[in-house]
Every structure is written in structure tokens, then in C-alpha cells.
């Protein structure tokens, strides 16, 4: 069974930074898709950013420019470096990869923005 280990969130004042790590070890890891998500309480859960196998990124508008989004095929590992952090941006945040019709998420992790 394919696991996915994310670390990282925590508290942070407005302003500030906190990187996401995602990693595996039972897959192919440079040949699928990575998006990071999040779902803040009463909302839906939104695709925060994305990169293709080949590298492609593409970020959700409301944190192009703040969020950047990467992956190391090395160490199987993904990652979200978030900068400017605001209160909104409170949620938690799961990693998903894709292959197809497979999907393999995280269990979530926790970022709270404090103002």
C-alpha cells in the first residue's frame, strides 16, 4: 500500500514562511503528477498548486507569486515552500499524486496563519 508522509505545517504569524514536505518510498516517484491541496472548515477542498512529471507548474491565483511548489526525484520527495503567509491561507494542506486513473494521498498536515 502506497503511503504518503507530509510534514511541516504548523503555527506562523501573517507574513511569514513554512515549507511542505511530501514523501514516499513504494512508487515510481518521477513518473506522477503532484498537486498540493488545502481545506479550510466549511470549505471544499482546492488545488493550491501543481507540477507534471515533466515539470510543468501551475498555481491556484490567490497564491501565485508567495507559494512555490517543487519536487526532488532523489528523494521521492515534494515540496510547497509558502512565503507571505496570510490568515486565509489557514487550512490543511495535503499533497496527492497522480498516474492516470491513480490517485494516493497524504494524510493532511495542519498550517495555521496567525494575524
Known amino acids: 500500500q502506497v503511503q504518503l508522509v507530509e510534514s511541516g505545517g504548523g503555527l506562523v504569524q501573517a507574513g511569514g514562511s513554512l515549507r511542505l514536505s511530501c514523501g514516499t518510498s513504494r512508487l515510481t516517484f518521477s513518473l506522477y503528477a503532484i498537486g498540493w491541496y488545502r481545506q479550510a472548515p466549511g470549505n471544499q477542498r482546492e488545488l493550491v498548486a501543481s507540477?507534471?512529471?515533466?515539470?510543468?507548474?501551475n498555481y491556484a491565483d490567490s497564491v501565485k507569486g508567495r507559494f512555490t511548489i517543487s519536487r526532488d526525484n532523489t528523494k521521492n520527495t515534494a515540496y510547497l515552500q509558502m512565503n507571505s503567509l496570510k490568515p486565509e491561507d489557514t487550512a490543511v494542506y495535503y499533497c496527492k499524486l497522480n498516474l492516470g486513473d491513480y490517485d494516493f494521498w497524504g494524510q493532511g498536515t495542519q498550517v495555521t496563519v496567525s494575524s
Open positions: 507540477i507534471t512529471e515533466g515539470g510543468t507548474k
